[in-house]
């Protein structure tokens, strides 16, 4: 059976990742990137690719069941790996009706449409599959037990003795789902339809739940890709409340391998955690990161420490995230491929080599919405 794989949010940061690394590794394959493009959606970041043979660009919006339906008969869909989500907190918080009609409405449309078709072929659900992408923000906070830090209580190639930790607790596939935001809220209702399909009419799913993403392509409204820019032109570094939230740090093409590999090798009905044990308290990467952009800008060492400017906390702030990934190492092998300060070094130079790329989406429109979030917190 020929692989057809539609691709969602392919034009967005993760996606991009994964529509360049499956159009390259899998010519066989006819990869289609369904994208609506909203602000986060930007072809520039597969321009690499988009002449290749076996990639599909379609422009349309997951809540759009017909539009879904037509694009599964069309291309012959036998594969979905979905990524398509809003997937900023701040804006959650802001317009939670716009998370709940994408990422709950849009995966219900798009789970309809996959086994509408699917029920139809003569071999029905065989070797299909539909792999959902979620955060590890769906299991709530844990709490900052070690302010200073703990060994990682793990022995896996995955983590050194140097690993740190903030505290004893981790995420695993069986934590209880607790979330806090809308955009959690609204992932977490997503990964509830995706596995009722699953158990109720037997359609071939399965879930991941990763941690935070850093690299190249990430829309500058997040934390690393922000703060970069900001150095680099020199406006104040927003810190929210004391900066001592913890967050779990993954290379974004440690994350694309992962989904590679669950997607082809991972159990149908399961559920896998992906992170790298990589605990950063936020102001100790916002000092990483300073650090690096001065060096590769050939500042004196320390100069951006001054634009560092404490604000209102965001509300109901997720204190830490921790994901232990021991069953996805053990059960499929996989394993992060990049040490953090390494990816971080790779990040901050493409920030950098790619002034272009960051300059044409942050002006204009970003730029009053950026001004305007302020204001609410
Ligand atoms: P992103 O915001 O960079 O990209 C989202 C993409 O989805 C954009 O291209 C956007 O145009 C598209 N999209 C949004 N609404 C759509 C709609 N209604 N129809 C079709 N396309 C639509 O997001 P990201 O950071 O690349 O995240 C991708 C996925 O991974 C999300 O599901 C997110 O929840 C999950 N995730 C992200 C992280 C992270 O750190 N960024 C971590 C774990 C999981
Ligand atoms: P973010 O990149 O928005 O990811 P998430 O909220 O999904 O974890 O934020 C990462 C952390 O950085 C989070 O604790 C909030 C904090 N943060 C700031 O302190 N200032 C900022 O301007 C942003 C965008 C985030």
């Not at 691709?7 to 991009?16: D, K, L, Q, V």
């Not at 965001?314 to 491929?337: F, T």
Request: net charge negative; hydrophobic share 35%; glycine share 6%.
């Amino acid at each position: 059976m020929k692989r057809n794989i539609l691709i969602t949010g392919g034009a967005g940061f993760i996606g991009s990742h994964v529509v360049r690394l499956f159009v390259n590794k899998y010519p066989d394959y006819h990869i289609v990137n369904l994208d609506k493009l909203t602000y986060a959606g930007n072809l520039a970041n597969l321009k690499d690719i988009e002449d290749k043979p076996n990639y599909t660009f379609v422009k349309a919006d997951i809540v759009d069941i017909d539009k879904m339906r037509e694009i599964f008969r069309e291309y012959d869909i036998n594969g979905v790996i979905h990524l398509a989500a809003e997937s900023h907190v701040d804006r959650s918080i802001k317009d939670p009706f716009t998370f709940a009609r994408t990422n709950v409405m849009g995966t219900l449309s798009l789970l309809q449409a996959a086994k509408e078709y699917w029920e139809t072929l003569p071999e029905k659900f065989e070797g299909k599959l539909f792999y959902h992408i979620s955060t590890d923000e769906v299991y709530g906070a844990l709490e900052l037990t070690h302010p200073e830090g703990v060994p990682a209580p793990f022995t896996t190639k995955a983590s050194s003795e140097d690993d740190m930790a903030y505290g004893t607790e981790f995420f695993l596939e069986t934590t209880k789902y607790n979330p806090h935001s809308p955009y959690s809220a609204s992932k977490a209702s997503s990964d509830h339809f995706v596995r009722a399909y699953h158990d109720t009419y037997g359609m071939p799913t399965l879930v991941t739940n990763c941690s935070n993403n850093y690299g190249p392509y990430q829309f500058p409204e997040k934390l690393i890709p922000l703060f970069i820019n900001n150095i680099r032109q020199g406006k104040p570094l927003p810190v929210y409340g004391k900066g001592e939230n913890v967050r779990d740090w993954l290379f974004v093409e440690d994350h694309a391998r992962a989904i590679d590999l669950i997607f082809h090798k991972g159990k149908v009905g399961d559920t896998y955690n992906i992170g790298g044990f990589n605990e950063w308290k936020n102001i100790d990467l916002i000092k990483v990161i300073i650090k690096t952009v001065d060096r590769l800008l050939g500042n004196p060492e320390g100069q951006s420490l001054s634009l560092i400017t404490y604000v209102t906390d965001r509300l109901g702030h997720d204190m830490r995230y921790a994901i232990d990934s021991r069953k996805l190492q053990s059960e499929l092998g996989w394993e992060p491929s990049l040490q953090f300060e390494e990816g971080i070094e790779k990040t901050v130079r493409w920030y950098l080599d790619h002034q272009d790329w960051m300059d044409n989406i942050t002006s204009g429109d970003y730029e009053r919405y950026y001004v305007e979030m302020y204001k609410i917190r």
